[in-house]
């Protein structure tokens, strides 16, 4: 199923506003028999990066539903979960200047470069209602791994910008015979993901929501959480 399933083609998110807010806990994930936590911001040397994996906690029952769906001996990488408001903020001007170089922004007026960055990183907006996604605990940035703990070729790398990291990108019928097996490793992320109940942005292959606004607008319901921008409001949540 998981790998017969093909990715369907959908738009990015527009700007979703309704909410109906949980107040949940976070709790913290750790490496087990399921998951490999390898957060991705500290080895990129981000100043703000956050080094502990922290997510909703229905989330987190989620992720291990999911896992549960995976063959035997594979694991999910999770590459980033929560962030501060301040990383959110670094990622924005740092990527900010790559993709401008990247895709030959400069030529663009303001409103249409903008338009272009916020499909690959969220715009810092400092307002709880409309937050970046991953300030909420309901957005995570995975892979997966083989038995032998290797990465499953999914066609680019974390953070990549390119045409490619369209999450249905290899669902193409005109590509090469060789990138099927890319296409199966994304389909078996995807619909094993969203079997348990996660969104996927589309222009990120890697990138699973859940409770937050990208998951509201694709299931046309309120918003579960908030923004929590900042370590000091996080350990009022209930971190366990």
């Given amino acids: ?21 949980s107040g949940s806990g976070f709790v913290k994930l750790e490496d087990d028999d399921r998951f490999e936590i390898r957060m991705q911001y500290p080895v990129l040397k981000m100043k703000n990066a956050e080094p502990e994996c922290l997510v909703r906690k229905e989330v987190a029952k989620r ?23 301040a990383l959110q903020k670094e990622l924005y001007e740092v990527y900010s200047e790559d993709l ?6 400069d030529r663009l007026s303001p409103k249409e470069r903008n338009a272009v960055i916020r499909k690959y990183v969220s715009d810092p907006v400092r307002d709880i209602y409309i937050p970046p996604v991953h300030t909420t ?18 066609g680019t790398g974390f953070d990549s910008f390119a045409p490619k990291t369209h999450t249905d990108f290899y669902e193409d019928k005109g590509l090469q015979a060789d990138s099927s097996a890319i296409r199966d490793n994304r ?19 890697w990138h699973f929501d859940y409770g937050d606004r990208f998951w509201a607008y694709y299931n046309d319901r309120p918003a579960l959480y908030e923004g929590v921008f900042d370590r000091e409001v996080l350990n009022g949540y209930g971190k366990q």
């Fill in 137 to 154: 605990g309901g957005a995570v940035d995975l892979t997966v791994t083989d038995e032998n703990g290797t990465e499953l070729d999914m």
């Fill in 1 to 21: 199923m998981y790998i017969s399933k093909a990715i369907p083609r959908r738009d990015d998110p527009e700007v979703y506003e309704p909410a109906d807010l």
């Fill in 63 to 85: 992720l291990k539903d999911a896992a549960d769906l995976l063959p035997k001996g594979y694991k999910f990488r999770i590459w980033d979960a929560w962030r501060p408001f």
């Fill in 100 to 105: 401008i170089k990247i895709f030959s922004l």
């Fill in 187 to 205: 389909r078996l992320l995807y619909n094993i993901m969203t079997e348990a109940g996660f969104t996927n942005l589309p222009s990120e292959w």
